[in-house]
């Protein structure tokens, strides 16, 4: 952790604010320490270079183990793709125009493949994820100039009201309890004229629901034998995927096939099958969202279902 991030960061608790002590620090970067709330005299550690705000990782476990077994598999300078720059502005529009020198919040980084892309875009950025996805984000990228990274739930952000210029949020918010809950916590954080963008799961039809009765059987298995059982039935299904008739499995136990290699499409398999979350929305569903939330110049980008809309204000 960087100290320049306390100036951010509150209790997320009672809102009060942070004092941090060190206990080892490495160049910039705080290592160890501890950030303790005045008012309520909640402790908050720093453990790997990162703060805790969460003792555990909830209902999350599942994405704890991919994004630390697949830390690198997806973040551009490390694989040698360039898939995360080009989803990055296909599901939020965001430009560097609208970044450049602002302070951004990627809630739900997990490794940090968007931080690096609103970074190289001129923000200033803070990830925020509850798994420990965090420690796999801070090998890839907490130790960057300009980048951040917090383990926090989104349902209470560690944050003073009106502290970003833009908040991004990219096949996060369906993971949590509630989509629509987890969305209305975040305009509160947007300085007035502040942007906000982000991408959910789209309900389509029969598939979603075929989908959602594979899911029941595979959702309570144990993640090491489910990631097993991924490396197994993907490249059987790709194969069946030429065979007449047996092809049609795939239409009711689709596996990814995103021609990025087998462990891009086995990690993305898991991804789909392992959440306890999964919700599937419309897209005038969370337009309707951000008009409760009384954002203004909402629009609905091509990729279903991302959606950006702006705080009012200045
Ligand atoms: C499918 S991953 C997407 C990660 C990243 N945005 C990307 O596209 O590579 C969903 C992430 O949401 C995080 N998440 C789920 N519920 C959360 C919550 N309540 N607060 C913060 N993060 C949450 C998970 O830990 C996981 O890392
Ligand atoms: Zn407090």
């Known amino acids: ?39 309520c005299a909640r402790n908050y550690p720093i453990l790997r ?30 694989s040698g793709h360039a898939e995360s ?6 599901k939020t529009g965001l430009t560097g125009s609208e970044l450049k020198g ?3 919040l990627d809630v739900g980084c997990g490794t940090g493949r968007f931080m690096e892309i609103a970074a190289e875009l001129g923000a200033e950025v803070i990830g925020l994820d509850l798994s420990f996805a965090v420690d796999a984000a ?4 907490g130790r960057r100039p300009g980048i951040h990274i917090v383990q926090a739930d989104v349902f209470k952000p560690p944050f003073r009201p009106a502290t970003f210029d833009a908040i991004y949020s990219i096949g996060v918010l369906h993971h949590t309890p509630s989509t629509r809950e987890a969305f209305l916590s975040l305009p509160p954080l947007l300085k007035p004229a502040g942007i906000i963008a982000i991408w959910v799961y789209v309900w389509s039809g029969l598939y979603s629901q075929r989908l959602d009765r594979v899911r029941s059987l595979t ?8 990631y097993g059982l991924c490396w197994v039935f993907v490249p059987l299904l790709h194969a069946f995927s030429w065979i007449p008739i047996l092809g049609r499995l795939t239409n009711y136990i689709p596996a990814s096939n995103q021609k990025r290699g087998l462990a891009w499409d086995v990690m993305d398999t898991f991804d789909v099958y392992s959440p ?10 969370v337009a309707g969202w951000f008009k409760e939330a009384n954002l203004k110049e ?4 091509n990729f279903p279902v991302s959606v950006r809309g702006r705080q009012a204000g200045a």
């Open 138 to 141: 801070y090998t890839n990228m």
């Open 85 to 90: 720059g080009k989803t990055f502005l296909m």
């Open 102 to 104: 602002k302070l951004a």
């Open 219 to 226: 959702v309570g298995l144990p993640e090491r034998l489910l």
């Open 298 to 301: 909402i629009k609905i980008l």
């Open 1 to 39: 952790m960087k100290e320049s991030l306390l100036r951010h960061l509150v209790c997320p608790e009672c809102h009060g604010p942070l004092t941090l002590a060190v206990d080892a620090r490495e160049d910039q970067e705080i290592e160890r320490g501890l950030l303790r709330c005045g008012p």
């Open 276 to 285: 306890r979350y999964q919700w599937k929305h419309t897209e005038p569903e």
């Open 49 to 78: 270079g990162v703060p805790r705000f969460v003792d555990t990782d909830k209902y999350v476990g599942s994405f704890s183990f991919q994004w630390n077994v697949h830390r690198t598999t997806q973040v551009d300078s490390l």
